[in-house]
């Protein structure tokens, strides 16, 4: 009921910068919260950063002071503003909204979108 288009994946040399981008889209939606979680290859899908719609923000040790997650309420779009990129943050990331419809509550995830460092 809600869908998530992710953008602003690439490839970008350590200690350089992207900035992703996530616009959600349905009908009659209310978005709670939305975040940014990513995979690396071999490893579990982890939580890399949350806001919620009053703007409390919540962010993974790792990208603590390198990563900003911010969003646009009006344009139902939530962005995740990497600096300082290691060669660790190499994975697909995704988007995630929560959301509510007509008193149904749910999430909805973004298709990923692939971050590589090179060192």
């Known amino acids: 009921q809600v869908q998530l288009v992710e953008s602003g994946g690439g490839l970008v040399q350590a200690g350089g910068s992207l900035r992703l981008s996530c616009a959600a889209s349905?009908?009659?939606?209310?978005?709670?919260?939305m975040g940014w979680y990513r995979q690396a290859p071999g490893k579990q899908r982890e939580l890399v950063a949350t806001i919620t719609r009053g703007g409390s923000t919540n962010y993974a040790d790792s990208v603590k002071g390198r990563f900003t997650i911010s969003r646009d309420n009006a344009k139902n779009t939530v962005y995740l503003q990497m600096n300082s990129l290691k060669p660790e943050d190499k994975a697909v990331y995704y988007c995630?909204?929560?959301?509510?419809?007509?008193?149904?509550?749910?999430?909805?995830w973004g298709q990923g979108t692939q971050v590589t460092v090179s060192s």
């Open positions: 349905g009908t009659f939606f209310s978005i709670t919260a």
């Open positions: 995630n909204a929560r959301w509510v419809v007509r008193l149904v509550d749910g999430d909805s």
